[in-house]
């Protein structure tokens, strides 16, 4: 069995969590709520040092403009207090707009058009028709403008929705067996590094 | 005037972000990598509210002696712990080490591979091929799984190939319907924010 | 015939078909895939000039399938005498670039002059395109507190279009879909390391060649390993996670026969 006080920690923890496949217990609230206080500790660090680099250092050399968001980001406290939380929504907006603004400069050009470049491929393969087959009919599927009358538009979502099942088939398998090599990982962990009963 | 003001400010801050990224112009670039700077720095700020706001509420729940109060000190003791580790000894010190190797590596860990037995579970259960969607779902999963498995070459020496071929052909034909769908809505979306008519994220009316 | 199993059962199956192969191993074959492939070509024709960029977004949730997979690059990498600057976007990914860092630095490499720690940046879409932008004003400091101004390995990198490759850890955000929407200005390759729950949806930017290739999950890592030859955790783990892959398949085709059995008298009933 090992002896350090940390791999101990970790193995009991870990059979406090898995306790759970039994029924709720206090165990696997524990390990619940220290996972919630130090995964908090740990953002709190990581983000109070981004803080002091660019915002405290920054400010101790004599860059003013750094008290704008600094300011800002102090504006976010207020929400703990009911008469002052109005004064959170300029973080909050600059925030939102800030990353939607971000997301769109790249959406058109990377997710619209290359999407859409890379879909025009030539029809000289089963695998090319296929795929050009499938992103077509997948888009007529989320058409909703007007609903599918002829035959053509009805066969077209079917074939949609029959691409999206085998979709959603895809990741359902990927998710399982993602889960799987998560187990394995806990396991492996359990009886090699702290029992030391297999190598 | 208290949800006008920031709704212009916010667009604003967007628009010059929007405009920089289409327009070649250096002033403009230079304020739009100042306000994504600004946003980072708000974005660190907010994740030090997280965890304070997070620290209130356990010690609200201690101080109201609730069921999961001993929980919570539990919860307030390691968080303490490692905060102080990581801001008076550093992240490479071992105390903060300990923390993170001791509870939240393999707790997280724990967690994530726990559902493994509950989808084992709603396989048995629930995954049933009561309809041709249902069963075209299921034979793609079916497939994709015998193919990422060792064991599926030793069935069948062609289902790692028609895995790939499921996952390379139609699952990526319909995800990339999808993706180009939600990239529709996502530039609608942003164009409503922009615009200040989507203002949900500022809250209640006072 | 359904409600007298109890899903225990099932448990301790799924169980015991992780734990027997790691004590009696099976030696299954493992078959390449083509985009792992991929990757470990192109890194290959890798020299030491060539600066790389490398992501390590996953927190320690993750670590069975993208860990293998970050130990077989350090592996590969130490061999190739690369320069890399590491960046992360999710608060725990600081923990992943210190593992990097210290398998490369065993491997030769040195602090400064070939790998540079820039922490970890809140924001992430923000960061991610305030950092590919001006990576000097985006992280004034590295980790350990020097002046980013002041490292010889960021003295002609600016921004990311300066970077021979990036290589990205995905698990949550920013993933495929933002690193793809900001490094599209730049032109740089793209490698991106998923989870295999991920891979279903990164395919995709493959197909479009806006990323150029994809190492997916435990499968990866072990196929990665094996291009290495250098066998570890990941090829060990391979015939475990084919015999848990079986029981989920037989439990799915089980639960269908029993279902249409009943199904079926029912309707004789």
Known sequence: ?199 | MRREVPVFLGSAAGVVILAAYFINYKPLATLSAELMNWGIIMSAFALCLASVNLVRKHVNQIARKEPVAPFSLALLIVFFGITLAGLFQGQNSAGFTFFYKGILEPVSASFYGMLGFYLLSAAFRTFRARSYEATLLLLSALAVMLGRATIGSLIWEGFPGLAEWFLGTPNAAADRGVLIGASLGLLSSGVRLMLGIDRAYLGSEE | MKKALDIRWLYILLFLSIIVPMARPLGLPLKMGTWTKVVWDTLDKLTPNDVLLICPDFNPSIESELGPQRDALIYHLGQKGVKAIFVTFVPQGTQQTKKFITGLEAAGRKYGTDLVDLGFLAGEETALAAFFGDMKKACPKDARGTATADIPLLKNINTARDVKLLIHFAQSLPGTAEYVRQLGPYGITFVECVSTGAMATSVTYVQSKQALGLIAGLQGAAEYEMLNKHLAYATTAMDSQSLAYTVFIGAVIAGNVIYYIERKRARTK
């Open chain 1, 1 to 199: 069995m090992s002896t350090d006080l940390t791999v101990w920690l970790a193995g009991i923890l870990t059979l406090c969590a898995y306790s759970f496949l039994y029924k709720e217990n206090p165990f696997y609230r524990l390990a619940e709520y220290l996972l919630v206080g130090v995964g908090a500790g740990y953002a709190l660090v990581v983000g109070w040092t981004n803080i002091l680099q660019k915002a405290i250092q920054p400010l101790q050399k004599g860059q003013i403009a750094v008290l704008i968001p600094v300011v800002l980001g102090l504006l976010l406290f207020t929400r703990f207090s009911r008469k002052q939380a109005w004064l959170s929504r300029y973080p909050i907006a600059l925030m939102v707009c800030i990353g939607a603004a971000v997301a769109l400069s790249g959406t058109i050009k990377e997710q619209l058009i290359k999407q859409i470049g890379a879909t025009m491929l030539p029809l000289n393969s089963f695998d090319n028709i296929v795929f050009v087959a499938g992103v077509v009919t997948v888009l007529s599927y989320f058409f909703f403008t007007f609903k599918p009358t002829t035959a053509i538009q009805r066969g077209s979502a079917l074939v949609g929705r029959s691409f999206l099942m085998v979709a959603f088939g895809s990741m359902v398998g990927s998710v399982a067996m993602l889960r799987t090599s998560l187990l394995i990982g806990r396991i492996d962990f359990v009886f090699k590094q702290w029992f030391h009963i297999l190598k």
